[in-house]
């Protein structure tokens, strides 16, 4: 029995071990880890939003074509985006002056504000008989990939803090974000599927490009 | 009246102005059409229309454009119409906002009046086409002996991809000089391509091209031309090594079929010439340099050939002591052994061969005797006594001489295998071997020892005729046997027992030891025959002994026989054999051509 035991110990210990996780190749507390470990996150975080973007290019001259057979008609409304509040730098060095917290804060804004107009697109779409199964799935990934964007975002920007890359003084914003996004929300629901999808590939893009823009100012080495 | 008077004065002016029209062919402009906006870096972006028929009046375009959020009456025009080139519209740095739909619309004006064109709705984030790309560099490389080509370039200078602002993919393309079509690879966001599989001695042309994320490709940039220089690819180097192995086996084949086949090969190329063949005529003694051995043999005594030399009778008798060994006597007497055997350990060079020479009794024999036969006397009283044996009944036999005494035996055993002799064309030699032993003296075997000393001496089959206790010999004349000559050798006759056998002793130079019971021999001359038992001698002048000679001659020998030296005299009774008879120069007999009449 205590042999079986002592087998049995050291096998829990064994599977312990297995499910820990890889961890990154430096954990402990150096500057120059900590930066590889950040670099990945940043490297995730930007392939994410680089499908998300694709994945709404497409949704977006899908129902282009259903809704709107005529592209670039005169009297074409262009309703503003519910996110068109939300102050984004639109230059390139607009993008530059502004600094790593206020970019981040952005982008963590842009995506929170988004999060439920998509979920209301993709149940709105759900019922729709005339969109193919493919268009459904697409905007149901849509509505999935936004979430987990913010959720890596948000990680990145509290491994950030935590190294001193970026200061604590986001944590002060979020509770007026959350306020903006319901208002926001309300306002998208009577937005056409179509503007509403452009709306949101246009939003992609501007959090790709600042994503991007932070990582070749924090992690310059790789790919900048 | 005047209603009449104002639709008059309508027609009338729009007859005018139609005939203005016709006649000097000016309209208001035709209507511009936008072509395209393009941003290189995404932080500038120019758009470049089409102008419509200008109507033959001049006529300016201006672009308006209003931007998305701002009020809708705040149209603005193109801040710069030159730097982008005719009909263009550039917008720099300060009047660029992405993520911001423009509606761009030209207007084309003359005196006549302007025309609009179709608005355009740009978002410059999605408008970017890059420039080419720059610093083209392609370098040849190895790697594991294989050559690869590295091709690097740069983004183009004003897209900034540093900041991250811009993110590139690339595009390079290449094709040999003389290549029709261009071999396209995506090489992602990075600087850097390796192109494998090139083919060498050829000159390349390499291209780039880049495209941001969403957007435009850019031109493909400018030609970089490259060679790549002949070398011995790896590849083949193994398909040599293999060639050679393949070639090495097919030679090693060939050689070993033709070493197999190397005989019939010869025979078939060079078919071998038949060599001349005379009878007679032994190439072993052309060998060895003997030409008067050959020429004896080939049956001629002396040169030129007479033409009697074929009829010759050829015949010996040779006797095979290869046994020699079991003729030794028991008694071992060391003088004859000594004898037996020195003079058996000459080598007979006609061993197998029907021989004209041979250390033994030479007898000349007449041209014309067929046939010869030696008496050989045998007491079959005697111990050891030899006899002869008749193997087979045809011609060409053997004969085997069995001994079955004790006592030496010069004959040798029937072991020994006589071997046949064709009969040779030699002519006047025959030899004679007496038998001494049968006689059962000592003494008596001393003469005929030697006879038996040479080796493999032949014997000449004959078909024997087995009288009484003499055994003739026959010699069939059948094939000459050609065998060397050697020097003639005397025999010795011991004495004329009363059986009226020639008891001979060959005459061996350097004898060792005489027994002194044979002191005193000296030779004797045949001087004739009587009847077929008799040899008459004749006895030297100073001979010792004689006189029982001369009594036993004087007793057999009719009258009529003188004795002389040197010749034969005498008559006797006419045989053709007599007739044929010569004398040597040296006066003795072959007695084989004397005994022939029988």
């Not at chain 2, 608005?119 to 999605?126: I, L």
């Not at chain 2, 060409?396 to 035996?409: D, I, W």
């Not at chain 2, 006689?439 to 008596?444: E, F």
Request: proline share 5%.
């Amino acid at each position: 029995m205590r042999q079986v035991s002592v087998l049995f110990l050291v096998l829990v210990c064994l599977d312990l071990e297995y499910r820990i996780t890889s961890a990154p190749i430096c954990a402990h507390g150096d500057a120059g880890c900590h930066l590889l470990s950040v670099s990945d996150l940043f490297d995730r975080v930007i392939q994410h939003s680089n499908r998300m973007h694709s994945l709404s290019s497409d949704l977006h001259s899908e129902f282009e074509k259903y809704f709107l057979p005529v592209r670039n008609q005169i009297g074409r409304a262009t309703r503003k985006c519910h996110t068109s509040r939300i102050l984004t730098p639109n230059g390139k060095e607009n993008a530059q002056r502004t600094d790593r917290e206020e970019l981040t804060q952005v982008i963590l804004r842009l995506l929170v504000s988004w999060m439920d107009p998509l979920l209301q697109f993709h149940q709105s779409v759900a019922h729709n008989e005339e969109l193919s199964n493919f268009s459904r799935n697409k905007a149901l990934e849509l509505s999935d990939m936004v979430h987990e964007l913010k959720n890596g975002v948000e990680k990145m920007a509290e491994k950030m803090q935590l190294l001193g890359i970026i200061s604590n003084s986001l944590n002060g914003l979020f509770p007026a974000e959350a306020s903006l996004s319901s208002s926001a929300s309300n306002e998208a629901r009577h937005m056409r599927d179509y503007e509403l999808l452009r709306c949101f590939q246009r939003d992609s893009d501007k959090v790709q490009n600042y994503l991007k823009i932070l990582k070749c100012r924090i992690v310059p080495e790789h790919g900048c | 009246m005047k209603e009449a008077c104002g639709a008059k004065c309508v027609l009338f002016l729009l007859f005018v102005q139609t005939w203005l029209v016709e006649n000097t062919g000016h309209t208001s402009p035709g209507k511009p059409v936008l072509l395209r906006c393009r941003s290189p870096e995404k932080e500038t972006f120019a758009c470049w229309w089409q102008p419509g028929s200008d109507g033959g009046l001049s006529t300016n375009y201006s672009l308006y454009y209003t931007m998305e959020g701002s009020r809708e009456d705040a149209v603005h025009e193109c801040p710069d119409y030159k730097t982008a080139g005719l009909n263009s519209c550039y917008f720099n740095k300060t009047y660029t906002s992405l993520w911001i739909t423009y509606t761009i619309s030209v207007v084309a004006q003359n005196a006549l009046g302007s025309k609009s064109s179709d608005p355009m709705f740009v978002d410059v984030a999605y408008i970017v086409q890059p420039h080419k790309p720059e610093n083209i560099s392609a370098e040849l490389r190895t790697q594991d002996q294989k050559p690869y080509l590295m091709v690097n370039w740069d983004p183009p200078h004003k897209a900034d991809t540093k900041s991250g602002w811009i993110t590139l993919q690339y595009e390079i393309r290449l094709k040999p000089e003389k290549g029709a079509e261009w071999e396209s690879h995506y090489a992602g966001q990075q600087k850097q391509f390796n192109v494998f599989s090139l083919h060498p001695g050829e000159v390349y042309l390499v291209q780039v091209r880049c495209k941001p994320d969403h957007g435009f490709w850019s031109e493909w940039s400018s030609t970089t031309y490259i060679e790549i220089p002949d070398y011995f690819r790896p590849r083949d180097t193994s398909v040599w090594i293999l060639i050679a192995v393949l070639s090495l086996c097919i030679f090693l084949i060939l050689a070993w079929t033709v070493a197999i086949k190397c005989n019939s090969i010869k025979s078939y190329l060079l078919p071998p010439v038949p060599g001349p063949k005379i009878i007679g005529f032994d190439t072993q003694l052309l060998k060895s340099g003997k030409s008067e051995d050959l020429l004896n043999a080939l049956g001629c005594q002396g040169f030129p050939p007479t033409s009697d030399c074929e009829d010759l009778l050829v015949e010996f008798l040779e006797v095979d002591d290869s046994d020699e060994q079991k003729l030794v006597m028991n008694e071992g007497k060391d003088d004859l052994e000594g004898r037996v055997k020195s003079s058996g350990n000459e080598v007979d060079n006609d061993s197998g061969r029907g021989s004209c020479n041979s250390h033994t009794l030479l007898l000349e024999v007449s041209n014309s005797s067929t046939k010869t036969f030696a008496q050989v006397g045998g007491n079959s009283n005697n111990k050891g006594s030899v006899k002869l044996s008749r193997k087979s009944s045809t011609n060409g036999k053997l004969l085997s001489f069995e001994t079955t005494g004790e006592k030496t035996n010069t004959w040798p055993t029937t072991n020994s295998s006589f071997l046949l002799a064709r009969q040779s064309s030699c002519h006047n030699i025959s030899k004679i071997h007496r038998e001494a032993s049968s006689l059962g003296n000592k003494a008596d075997m001393h003469g005929n020892t030697s006879t038996a000393q040479s080796k493999s001496k032949e014997y000449r089959e004959l078909p024997s005729t087995v009288s009484g206790d003499q055994k003739t010999w026959f010699a069939d004349e059948k094939h000459a046997p050609l065998l060397p000559f050697k020097s003639v050798e005397y025999v010795e006759v011991q004495k004329l027992n009363q059986q009226s056998m020639l008891i001979l002793k060959p005459k061996t130079e350097g004898h060792k030891s005489v027994p002194p019971e044979f002191i005193g021999q000296e030779y004797t001359k045949v001087s004739g025959v009587v009847s077929d038992r008799v040899l008459l001698l004749l006895r030297d002048t100073g001979a010792q002994g004689s006189s029982d000679t001369q009594e036993g001659k004087n007793q057999a020998v009719p009258p009529s026989l003188q004795c002389q030296v040197g010749k034969m005299v005498g008559t006797f009774p006419a045989s053709p054999a007599l007739e044929g008879m010569q004398l040597a120069a040296s006066g003795y007999v072959d007695t084989a051509a004397v005994l022939q009449s029988f």
